[in-house]
């Protein structure tokens, strides 16, 4: 949404003046709430709603409170929006421009990091303005809503409050849209419910401190990504680094490091003190089953600990089994439990020398996962020509794998019946796309190798392999080029996709990436294409229903999002386009 339809849709919300009662008829309101009778029938529910959740969580409408101060003594709180906000905010202190007004500075907990000006009555900020403590205020209002907040006099609940108005606009994370904290603008009561004469100098500030975060947010990813490709040149190259929302991680170390040690890597990262610069290394005690040890270097930038950057270490017996048992292990990616079954039972399987057959989308994998199972096997493709030649190698002991099954002709398959007549340890792999209709041959082949057969997830079904997919997927960078890393935002998109095409189609939009992109830093949603980045309908759709939103989602993007051109594209009316992406997103 932009600004001026966000603006649009705060006016169209917002209740008109005569909407709410006047100040004396809600202070009166307020006192018979106190006293425990009965209100009357236009306190608006909010208001009374607050002022229930006030008494229950214990608060004192009389608590005392101590005399304002020109800047009141804040605790200190480790906060990556105090340290981008400060600055910003007291560039705009100047601008309050009255003795009675005051800018303050909340985290997402309501703990007031920052504060400036001088409040009226010395009491619209403590040092916590969480509802539990203070009751009803802008703040708390704005933190709930995610929205621009404003609180007038007798709707607070505290007395001290009674004669003052807050606005309230939330922080959110540029990332992730997170609501991060708050700013608030604290002055005199407004005239009856006039818009916050306030409001203005609080979204401005809110966006501020906003695009600093931002700009802090690119120059800590940059630095984390010199410190990783120095890390590379000087110790080697299984290295990794995080800080809590990016990972670059070396094609090495993908490979030596599992999830569960990097995780181990991240919450040592996250355990690090913020506001110390420590530059000696250290040693991360990694899961047991590891296989490697992680020194770490904490990066800094500004003062503060950002990261860490993780050289990886083989260890030395371990190493070795790791090496010998590679061929059980396999080296192909994923973890998830769905794919370590069916590897796993496909592994058990290839250990006799006899038929097996690795079913599964298109896409999942499975000539992969046949590689490596055998060694150097004949190749066959049914699609491309006839398997007479190939049967005599079988015959005489060579292994023989023959992708997509399903399109062996007739005379093929009753080759391949008739040797496993004759030969029923023949060492034989087939891959087979499950879809089409089979004919009776195909059939009684499929029923032959149904003992031996493994199914092989789809990549819908294993969303966590994603990150690990991406890594091993991701080719190696040009010289002087960074490595493909990806924001939190892109990773979730690219879990949430449904990836009709499995691996096949990640491997390609990787690829893509990698070779056509043009700008520096992680990945990030908006560069994803459109069915990714959009994400799944929430409804099930039918084959033709997805055939045709993708046919849909393409046009747009081939013409710029322009759905005029997109109609006269696609021969169908504008309204017709609407209609069915209305119907999508609804889906």
Request: aromatic fraction near 4%; proline fraction near 9%.
């Amino acid at each position: 949404m932009t600004t001026t339809e966000q603006t649009a849709t705060e006016q169209r919300t917002a209740r008109p003046p005569s909407a709410r009662p006047a100040f004396a008829s809600l202070r009166r309101a307020r006192e018979l709430f106190l006293l425990g009778r009965q209100l009357p029938d236009d306190v608006p529910d909010d208001v009374v709603a607050a002022w229930k959740r006030a008494r229950f969580f214990g608060v004192r409408h009389d608590a005392p409170d101590s005399p304002g101060a020109a800047e009141p003594s804040v605790r200190p709180v480790d906060s990556a929006l105090l340290a981008a906000g400060r600055p910003v905010l007291e560039r705009i202190a100047p601008a309050l421009g009255s003795e009675r007004t005051a800018l303050v500075l909340t985290d997402e907990r309501l703990r007031v990091l920052w504060a400036a000006g001088y409040a009226p009555d010395a009491v619209p900020y403590r040092r916590d303005l969480s509802e539990r403590l203070v009751g009803h205020n802008s703040a708390a209002l704005a933190l709930h809503t995610r929205r621009r907040a404003e609180v007038h006099g007798p709707e607070h609940f505290l007395d001290l409050w009674q004669d003052v108005s807050a606005v309230s606009v939330p922080v959110p994370a540029p990332e992730t849209g997170q609501t991060l904290g708050t700013v608030t603008v604290v002055s005199g009561l407004c005239p009856e419910y006039r818009p916050h004469p306030g409001a203005s100098l609080a979204e401005a500030a809110a966006s501020a401190v906003e695009a600093e975060l931002l700009a802090r947010s690119h120059a800590a990813e940059r630095v984390l990504l010199d410190a990783y490709l120095r890390a590379l040149r000087d110790q080697g190259r299984a290295v990794v680094a995080v800080d809590g929302r990016n990972r670059l991680v070396s094609e090495p170390a993908g490979r030596l490091l599992s999830p569960e040690g990097l995780a181990a890597l991240e919450r040592s990262a996250a355990a690090l003190p913020r506001d110390t610069t420590p530059s000696a290394s250290y040693r991360v005690r990694l899961p047991d089953g590891a296989g490697c040890t992680a020194t770490v270097t904490p990066v800094t930038h500004l003062g503060s600990v950002i990261g860490v950057v993780a050289a990886l270490e083989p260890l030395g017996p371990a190493a070795v089994a790791v090496a010998v048992a590679g061929k059980d292990a396999l080296t192909l990616a994923g973890r998830s439990l769905p794919w370590r079954h069916a590897v796993g039972r496909a592994t058990e399987l290839a250990r006799s020398a006899e038929p097996l057959l690795l079913v599964g989308e298109r896409g999942t994998g499975k000539t992969s996962l046949a590689r490596e199972l055998v060694t150097d096997p004949l190749t066959v493709d049914a699609a491309e020509g006839e398997l007479h030649a190939a049967t005599s190698a079988v015959t005489a002991g060579q292994a023989l794998l023959i992708r997509h099954a399903e399109r062996l002709t007739q005379p093929d398959v009753a080759t391949l019946n008739s040797l496993l007549e004759t030969h029923p340890g023949a060492p034989l792999l087939l891959t087979y796309t499950p879809g089409t209709p089979v004919g009776p041959c195909l059939q009684r082949l499929l029923d032959t190798l149904a003992a031996r057969s493994v199914t092989l997830p789809a990549l819908r079904e294993r969303p966590e392999d994603i990150r690990e997919l991406l890594t091993a997927l991701t080719p190696r960078p040009a010289p002087g080029r960074p490595p493909l890393t990806w924001t939190l935002d892109a990773l979730r998109a690219l879990e949430q996709h449904p990836w009709p095409g499995n691996i096949t189609e990640l491997a390609h939009l990787v690829r893509a990436l990698a070779e056509h992109r043009r700008t520096t830093g992680p990945v990030r949603r908006a560069e994803l294409p459109d069915p990714v980045r959009q994400g799944p309908a929430s409804r099930h759709l039918s084959p033709m229903e997805h055939a045709e939103r993708a046919a849909i989602l393409e046009a747009l993007s081939r013409h710029g999002g322009n759905k005029t051109h997109t109609a006269a594209a696609l021969g169908i009316a504008r309204a017709t386009l609407y209609r069915k992406l209305r119907g999508y997103r609804d889906a």
